[in-house]
Nanobody, 115 residues
């Protein structure tokens, strides 16, 4: 059974940093493209960043130069390092695992950026 579980959310002041983690199980992790998405109330879920099994990363324009996605294929984990956080980064962040048109989602972790 494929599972992805996020952790690391919380409350941070503007300009601060957080590191999100996503632990995957029940899959051949290296085959999956892993992604971080975010969603605010009333809005569609949007891609933040993704990384292929080979380590090729892709970022939404609104997080370039601030967020860094990485993965550890041995530990079956993916990370999102978020720096220079802004209030508009406040959202529920979801981990996604994608392979061969199959998508698996975590339950989400709340990130709040506020003074």
């Amino acid at each position: 059974q494929v599972q992805v579980v996020e952790s690391g959310g919380g409350l941070v002041q503007p300009g601060g940093s957080l590191r999100l983690s996503c632990a995957a199980s029940g899959m051949l992790f290296g085959l999956y493209t892993m992604g971080w998405y975010r969603q605010t109330p009333g809005q569609q879920r949007e891609l933040v960043a993704s990384i292929t099994g080979g380590g090729i990363s892709n970022y939404a324009d609104f997080v370039k130069e601030r967020f860094t996605i990485s993965r550890d294929n041995v530990k079956k984990k993916v990370y999102l390092q978020m720096d220079s956080l802004k209030p508009e980064d406040t959202a529920v962040y979801y981990c996604n695992a994608n392979f061969a048109r199959r998508d698996y989602w975590g339950q989400g972790t709340q990130v709040a950026v506020s003074s």
